[in-house]
């Protein structure tokens, strides 16, 4: 789950780690109201979305007066942000958070990511702060730097040492940055996070070490430890299918393709998109509907589906074993007659009681497809959706 920069830098007060006095404000006359109590210009008006590349997409902006407050408060509140992170449609705005302007002498990188490959919580920081990490790594990886931790151990004092000294800190900013990321580690494991970024840390003039943003994002499987951060979801920033498969405890993915697909299974559904995209068309969205899943989700999740205007075609693969196959086409059957279907439909299934749920599509009178294999269904939807 994502949350906004100020709901990040809320949980770094918690947690004592340095941030610009600031708050976010919902229309003009809010961001008015925060600057005059941060009592002193400039001040910063930042765009809140769930995306990166705010400022280049002009959605951070510097103000130096009460007017420039209200102004630019005032068209960055309702734009539709386009980032690199947003796709072409963009995010609509709707609050802004307003911080006091540091005097800023250095820009760092700073974030904390589990590692599977080591089953290692790692620590990464650059020199190169501000800039897209990704082509950091690209264009210059040897400026990454990168710790790597047992989460059996836990961060120790040599760990912050390592980092601090790799982004070679003064000596008297050395002190508090150890502290800093010591406090950032532990909010990482409290909380369960999948992701933990400042970019940029910065050092200001007074040698003081400052999040000037924050990015938190959190595993969805570990939340129910952890009601006040759900308090933190905004469904405004989410797909609305998405959301909408949230209800039903449907594992869904919007995606960019052509090709609806429900499977049983996060293995089947990886090896079925790979074979949607090998047959030369595009997945448009995962749904694992699970291996327990009941006929009512099954249904659930063909209306989603259904609901995609991207969506013209949609491949069905399940392999039954706790939802039977009768159970699947039981759901599929009465979403088609709800709904009604516009988009072909392929439908490959195997395993328990595979005849009898063939019987049932054969019988409800739908213009279903049906193949014999993976492969089969995939060029057979490919084929349909190109036709």
Known sequence: MKIHEYQAKELFKKYNIPIPDGAVAFNPDEAKQVAENLGGFPVVVKAQIHAGGRGKGGGVKLAGSMDEVFGIAGKIIGMNLVTH?????????????????????????????????????????????????????????????????????????FHCREVAFGLELSSSVMKPFVSMLGSLYRLFMDYDCSLVEINPLVITAEDAVTALDAKVDFDDNALYRHKDIIEYRDIDEEDPLEVEASKFHLNYIKLDGNVGNMVNG??????????????????????????????????????????????????????????????????????????????PVVIRMEGTNVEQGRKILAESGLNFTTASDMKDAAHKVAQLVAG
């Open 266 to 343: 996060a293995g089947l559904a990886m090896a079925t998109m790979d074979i949607i995209k090998l047959a030369g068309a595009e997945p448009a969205n995962f749904l694992d509907v699970g291996g327990g899943a009941s006929a009512e989700m099954v249904e659930n999740g063909f209306r989603i589906m259904l609901g995609d205007k991207n969506v013209k075609g949609i491949l069905i693969n399940i392999f039954g074993g706790i939802l039977r196959c009768d159970m699947l086409a039981e759901g599929v059957v009465k979403a088609a007659e709800k709904t009604g279907i516009n988009v």
């Open 85 to 157: 992170q947003t796709g072409p449609d963009g995010k609509r705005v709707k609050k802004v958070l307003v911080e006091q302007g540091l005097n800023i002498e250095k820009e760092l990188y700073l974030s904390i990511i589990p590692d599977r490959s080591t089953a290692k919580i790692v620590i990464m920081a650059s020199q190169a702060g501000g800039m897209d990490i990704e082509e950091v790594a690209v264009e210059t990886p040897e400026k990454i730097i990168k710790v790597f931790i047992d989460p059996l151990v836990g961060i120790q004092p």
